[in-house]
């Protein structure tokens, strides 16, 4: 496999089979669980931008298992991933600017705050970039689209309705179980985030030439892990596991549907398997599982 490389917009174009038995260990701890109702700081949704809304869902639909629901928002394609009842993600199609610009399908995490404009101007001021400022959706709420100093995409959002976009139940199926940013520098990106939204430092593992894993959460959760990035990738990135059950099943499920396995299934301590795809369309992913 070769080297993972991303262009100038954060999004995944190859990958690399990047992993330790420290960072094993790190993926298969267990998660803090905490107050559902305090999402200020806390991923509460996921994004899937594609070429192909329809083979999308049939892919994810089979590999997840996530059930697609159209929202039939007024004038936008716009569709949910539901596990079971509870909507964790959802799709749309990727611009056609962006894609004459060379932009690939991609994933991108939202981030609850508590005022969205008071977030982008701290992205400003502290060496981030605001891609897209500032913005309503009507009846969902206000959110941006932001990179970190080392051009991390990721989104910010103020929702309308809170009691729906909860932070994710990181153990359970179908949810994302662990958000893992490969940095441009970790300590410049670790206090951008800290900044931003309140991260505080959880356990750190080294991980020798590697350098230091550096877990992270707020005051009463885990949410992930942050390292920094390998030289064989010129741009920081965001990846996100998310749980499914047996991983092998899972992996034959991936080739089945038309999608490529990157790297995996490798065990982790514990008794937990990853792997990471590309989907038919290019987006890459990761699922975190069992044997």
């Known amino acids: 496999m070769e080297p993972a490389t991303r ?3 954060g999004t995944i174009v190859a990958t690399v089979p990047l992993l330790s038995e420290v960072r094993a260990k790190v993926l298969a701890r267990d998660h803090t669980e905490a ?3 305090n999402a200020n700081g806390r991923f509460v949704w996921y994004e899937l931008m594609t070429t192909d809304l ?6 994810y639909s089979s590999v997840v298992g996530w059930n697609p629901v159209d929202t039939q928002m007024p004038g936008m394609d716009y569709w949910m991933f539901n596990a079971g009842e509870r909507p964790v993600a959802g799709a749309m199609k ?11 399908p991609s994933w991108i995490g939202y981030v609850e705050v508590a005022d969205v404009d008071d977030a982008a101007a701290k992205v400003t001021a502290n060496g981030g970039t605001v891609h897209v400022p500032p913005t309503d959706i009507p009846s969902v709420g206000r959110f941006a689209i932001i990179a970190d100093p080392h051009g991390a995409p990721l989104a910010v959002l103020k929702s309308a309705n809170p009691e729906q ?4 139940e990181q153990e359970k199926p179908g949810h994302v179980g662990w958000n893992e940013l490969h940095a441009g520098d970790l300590p410049t990106d ?3 985030y800290s900044k931003l939204f309140g991260w505080v430092k959880k356990d750190a593992m080294d991980m020798e030439e590697m350098g230091v ?9 885990t949410i992930g892990g942050m390292m920094k990035k390998p030289p064989s990738m010129p741009v920081a990135f965001w990846n996100y596991y998310i749980n499914v059950g047996n991983i092998d099943e899972a992996a034959e499920r991936v080739k089945a549907a038309g999608g490529q396995i ?3 299934p490798d065990e982790v301590p514990g008794g937990a398997f990853i792997l990471m795809g590309v989907d038919p369309q290019g987006a890459h992913f990761a699922l975190l599982g069992s044997r």
């Open 7 to 9: 262009d100038n917009r």
């Open 35 to 37: 107050n559902m109702s």
């Open 54 to 59: 329809a083979a999308a869902r049939a892919f």
């Open 94 to 104: 990727l611009p056609e600017e962006a894609q004459k610009m060379g932009a690939p």
């Open 165 to 168: 976009n909860l932070p994710a």
């Open 190 to 192: 670790f206090d951008f």
């Open 213 to 221: 894993y550096q877990i992270f959460g707020t005051d009463d959760v």
């Open 262 to 264: 990157a790297f995996g």
